[in-house]
């Protein structure tokens, strides 16, 4: 059986978190542009598990930040307009197609904004790192990572299972 192909329309939370998706991935690339001239030759490219530089390389390097930021935060965006072609943890049926989809593509929608929240956090981290202001990213930025990313999974992973 085919999944149905349901035209999702977007709530106003919804919107809203695409808005600040986009106004976030905007902010990354302002940051990097701006602070590129201010950067030393050579800044970290690499942090340890508990957020200490331990990769250096030219400052060019800081554009690949923005750039993966904006590939996947785009690429996500596009998949998220075809969430009949999603792996689901439940059988989807006509009856339970829209509450499925809803709920995948939120799920999606607040893990691109996660995304882009953490590349902006690390682009933020190595400028300041680079110009002596800061010594790593910090040893709360694994967990926090690990939190921002596992804890809508699940929620969402298992709001999906209580969806009949």
Not at 105 to 114: D, E, P, Q, S, W
Request: net charge positive.
């Amino acid at each position: 059986m085919k999944r149905p192909r349901i035209k999702m329309e977007l709530t106003v939370t919804d919107k809203t978190v695409e808005i600040i998706g986009w106004l976030a991935l905007f902010t990354i690339w302002v940051l990097v542009i701006s602070s590129y001239s201010n950067l030393p030759n050579t800044i970290p490219t690499h942090y340890n598990g508990v957020g200490n530089a331990d990769g250096f390389g030219s400052k060019t390097n800081i554009l690949i930040l923005p750039l993966i930021a904006s590939v996947l935060f785009v690429g996500m965006t596009i998949l998220n307009k075809f969430p009949f072609i999603f792996n689901y943890p439940v059988k989807i049926t006509v009856e339970n197609a829209f509450r499925q989809y809803t709920n995948a593509t939120r799920m999606l929608r607040y893990m691109k904004l996660i995304l882009v929240m953490l590349f902006g956090l690390i682009a933020f981290k190595t400028t300041q790192c680079a110009n002596g202001q800061s010594f790593g990213l910090g040893v709360w930025f694994l967990p926090l990572t690990m939190g921002l990313i596992f804890i809508p999974l699940i929620y969402f992973i298992t709001k999906s299972f209580r969806t009949k």
